[in-house]
T-cell receptor
Framework: SQTIHQWPATLVQPVGSPLSLECTVE??????LYWYRQAAGRGLQLLFY??????ISSEVPQNLSASRPQDRQFILSSKKLLLSDSGFYLC????????????FGPGTRLTVT | AQSVTQLGSHVSVSEGALVLLRCNYS??????LFWYVQYPNQGLQLLLK??????LVKGINGFEAEFKKSETSFHLTKPSAHMSDAAEYFC??????????FGRGTSLIVHP
């Protein structure tokens, strides 16, 4: 069966520091991968999605970036965090021919201080 | 274009009472519709999905939803609420877009 991992689970970082969040999927090949953010009391905001290695689309202009160095690995990064980057970050995957059905990881709670 | 509207950011019910969470959608093509549940500090879990087969869809944990094209609705129901149902619920639609669109979520509060 398929499994999705995210780490770290929680992170507290000062403003201006770099960020690296990692997501990996097991048990499937060529998945579509997604990064979402949930701010407190708000819905899901799609940040990036990827249909393959080095094929990444950005949905929202910001100081975040994403990379996909391997088929089942998706990384969210920032060079300098802002207070507004605080939130709950969720990685998700979908089967290539059923992209509408997404499976989510456990999330990373990021607090920027 | 596609969108979903979840009516009510919070719904409060007593344990054992009917749960009704409302979702209306807009889509330029026949939609696929989903309900997800999110427990505190966890990721989203697919509860059920409508993909143009039966209009009444049964999901996990006793939840079900009915697709009503004439009302552009996909409301989520459960006959009897349990304390463990307390969570955030998200409706999502996939129309012509490559990616599903999520609603803003409804927080279900269950009172003993």
């Amino acid at each position: 069966s398929q499994t999705i991992h995210q780490w770290p689970a929680t992170l507290v970082q000062p403003v201006g520091s770099p960020l690296s969040l990692e997501c990996t999927v097991e048990g499937t090949s060529n998945p579509n991968l997604y990064w979402y953010r949930q701010a407190a009391g708000r819905g899901l905001q799609l940040l990036f999605y990827s249909i393959g290695i080095d094929q990444i689309s950005s949905e929202v202009p910001q100081n975040l970036s994403a990379s996909r160095p391997q088929d089942r690995q998706f990384i969210l990064s920032s060079k300098k965090l802002l207070l507004s980057d605080s939130g709950f970050y969720l990685c998700a995957w979908a089967v290539r021919d059923r992209v509408y059905e997404q499976y989510f990881g456990p999330g990373t709670r990021l607090t920027v201080t | 274009a596609q969108s979903v509207t979840q009516l009510g950011s919070h719904v409060s019910v007593s344990e054992g009472a009917l749960v009704l969470l409302r979702c209306n959608y807009s889509s330029s093509v026949p939609p696929y519709l989903f309900w997800y549940v999110q427990y505190p500090n966890q990721g989203l879990q697919l509860l059920l999905k409508y993909t143009s087969a039966a209009t009444l869809v049964k999901g996990i944990n006793g939840f079900e939803a009915e697709f009503k094209k004439s009302e552009t609705s996909f409301h989520l129901t459960k006959p009897s609420a349990h304390m463990s149902d307390a969570a955030e619920y998200f409706c999502a639609v996939k129309g012509g877009s490559y990616i599903p669109t999520f609603g803003r979520g409804t927080s279900l509060i269950v009172h003993p």
